[in-house]
């Protein structure tokens, strides 16, 4: 379940990256010289306050919004003087996304939700389905790929979320709240599950999340501070 990565090569790395809102003296600076690295099969924690600047960062990384200096590392490769067709090719093969609410395809199965993003790679659907099988069966949902999201728990909606956001074997995860809407008990289930196939992908996982119990299990816990990032 390995991906791509080149060898002992930083999955994700911000170089010192910039955003600012609005101009003169209604001007936002969130992110004043944000750095980080993410290895592959790390997951890190990102806890910080509203508007301190989580979702700027995400869509950073996740090459959804442009840093207005500084630098964007995914698998090594630099993102700043991709054309707008690369960083869309980018982001579909090599950043997986999950959100609080799992945005899955309602008329489709769950098999067929992991087996979307690698038929839209080119992948032939033998493979992707042999492909998606194995993920849900890691999460634990072997019994559950025929089934369409409606007819899923909460929980295991987002495990299919999670699968399909790695079936591609992307350099980095990035989740937002991945467990937000859940209960206590499924969350820390959703989590573990999320961990497990992290670690086993070789991807670099960044969460935000406001649960401190998570954020303690994770590798490594960082924070928002002036715009700039910090290992708590
Ligand atoms: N497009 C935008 N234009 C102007 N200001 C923005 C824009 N996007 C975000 N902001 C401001 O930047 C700050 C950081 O926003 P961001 O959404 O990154 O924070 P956050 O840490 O994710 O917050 P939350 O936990 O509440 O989601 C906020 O003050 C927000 O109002």
């Keep these: 379940m390995a991906n791509k990565g080149e060898a002992g090569g930083a999955a994700l790395r911000l170089e010192k990256v910039e955003r600012h809102y609005g101009d003169g003296e209604s001007r936002l600076s969130i992110l004043t010289g944000a750095s980080l690295v993410l290895s592959p099969g790390e997951v890190v924690a990102l806890v910080a306050p509203s508007g301190a600047g989580k979702s700027t960062l995400l869509h950073i990384a996740g090459l959804l919004d442009k840093p207005d200096s500084g630098e964007v590392y995914i698998g090594g490769?630099?993102?700043?003087?991709?054309?707008?067709?690369?960083?869309?090719?980018?982001?579909?093969?090599?950043?997986?996304?999950?959100?609080?609410?799992?945005?899955?395809?309602?008329?489709?199965?769950?098999?067929?939700?992991?087996?979307?993003?690698?038929?839209?790679?080119?992948?032939?659907?033998?493979?992707?389905?042999?492909?998606?099988?194995?993920?849900?069966?890691?999460?634990?949902?072997?019994?559950?790929?025929?089934?369409?999201?409606?007819?899923?728990s909460g929980g295991e909606q987002q495990r299919v979320a999670i699968a399909r956001a790695v079936a591609n074997a992307?350099?980095?995860?990035?989740?937002?709240?991945?467990?937000?809407?859940?209960?206590?008990?499924?969350?820390?289930?959703?989590?573990?599950?999320?961990?497990?196939?992290?670690?086993?992908?070789?991807?670099?996982?960044?969460?935000?999340?406001?649960?401190?119990?998570?954020?303690?299990?994770?590798?490594?816990?960082?924070?928002?501070?002036?715009?700039?990032?910090v290992e708590v």
């Design 170 to 229: 992307p350099h980095v995860l990035l989740a937002d709240e991945p467990t937000g809407n859940l209960d206590p008990k499924t969350s820390r289930y959703v989590f573990e599950a999320l961990t497990a196939l992290v670690r086993a992908s070789d991807v670099a996982a960044l969460i935000v999340t406001h649960n401190m119990d998570l954020a303690s299990k994770m590798d490594r816990r960082i924070t928002l501070s002036g715009g700039k990032i």
């Design 77 to 152: 490769r630099e993102a700043g003087s991709l054309t707008d067709a690369e960083r869309t090719e980018m982001r579909r093969l090599h950043i997986g996304f999950v959100y609080q609410f799992h945005h899955l395809l309602p008329e489709f199965t769950a098999l067929e939700n992991v087996m979307m993003p690698q038929l839209i790679r080119g992948l032939d659907r033998k493979e992707a389905a042999a492909r998606a099988e194995q993920l849900l069966a890691y999460m634990r949902l072997g019994e559950r790929v025929k089934h369409r999201p409606s007819e899923l």
